[in-house]
């Protein structure tokens, strides 16, 4: 191949956004064009990630497992933004509205949203989501295929996100188009939130009003926790917490769409 064929990154682009270019070759161009870039991402210590996943429930009966809402079994997992046919990504919000806004919740529909914790060190890369100087456009690529709204892009960003996950990656982050980048998503492989994320709990909420695109008004019908087998624990009520004697103190925080509850000595207390 003669250096005049030989594309650029953004001829690749223009290429990946008319359909013109076969994945493979997409991919195999992709890996030429970016050796030797370098790039920054983030570490998380355990303890530090809190994630929220959404999704819409059918039907009264709550979910029976917490499988039931976390990242769908191979056969059931569809080309999307940051995995292929057949491979499993868990994808995430960074809060709960934002996961509300990336269902594009309807009034009248039932709800359920999860929170996760991350257990062993996590390591994301970033995608559009600080500034970054570079003159070779492979940062510029990575921004436009984690933000196009068009899901034809996704045989695409898919080996881009094969790409940036390789390694010891545990997943990426990337702004939340639904939220018009106001807030972040995660794309984090199968294999890390099997040994370094811990379910933490659940809600059952009912959307009562949607006042706008980014603002829902909702029920919380119910509660659970996990028990040690991953079965959830229904409740029967809204999530509380409970002081166990006489005395005791929690201080409780807003985090902008709940409260957080912390013990005296500030440590989070999880609700029951």
């Known amino acids: ?19 013109s270019i076969p994945p493979d070759e997409f991919e195999k161009e ?5 050796k030797g870039h370098h790039r920054r991402g983030r570490i998380y210590e355990p303890g530090k990630v809190r994630i929220y996943r959404t999704r819409v429930w059918p039907g009264s009966d709550r979910p029976r497992s917490v499988a039931d809402i976390s990242y769908p079994p191979k056969h059931a997992s569809r080309l999307n933004r940051a995995n292929a046919e057949g491979e499993q990504v868990f994808y995430a919000s960074a809060g709960l509205p934002p996961s509300f806004v990336e269902c594009r919740l309807e009034q009248g529909q039932d709800v359920v949203c999860g929170e996760w914790r991350n257990t062993a060190t996590m390591v994301l890369q970033e995608v559009g989501v600080s500034e970054t100087s570079d003159a070779s456009g492979i940062e510029e690529l990575y921004l436009e295929m984690f933000t196009s709204r068009d899901p034809g892009i ?20 990337y702004p939340s188009i639904a939220a018009q980048n106001q807030s972040h998503n995660l794309a984090i492989r199968a294999e890390f939130v099997q040994t370094g994320m811990r379910f933490i709990n659940a ?15 909702v029920d919380e019908l119910d509660f659970a926790v996990p028990d040690s087998s991953g079965i959830m624990e229904w409740r029967g009520r809204k999530k509380q917490w ?25 440590s989070l207390v999880e609700p029951e």
């Open 30 to 34: 992709f890996w030429r064009l970016s």
């Open 154 to 173: 996704y045989p695409y960003s898919s080996r881009v996100a094969r790409h940036l996950m390789s390694g010891n990656i545990s997943g990426l982050l």
């Open 242 to 266: 409970v002081l166990r004697k006489r005395g005791d103190q929690l201080k409780m925080v807003s985090n902008g769409w709940t409260y957080d509850a912390y013990a005296p000595d500030g």
């Open 1 to 19: 191949m003669t250096s005049e064929n030989v594309p650029s990154v953004a001829d690749l682009h223009k290429r990946a956004v008319a359909r």
């Open 203 to 217: 809600s059952f909420y009912h959307v009562k009003e949607v006042k706008d695109k980014h603002h829902y008004e």
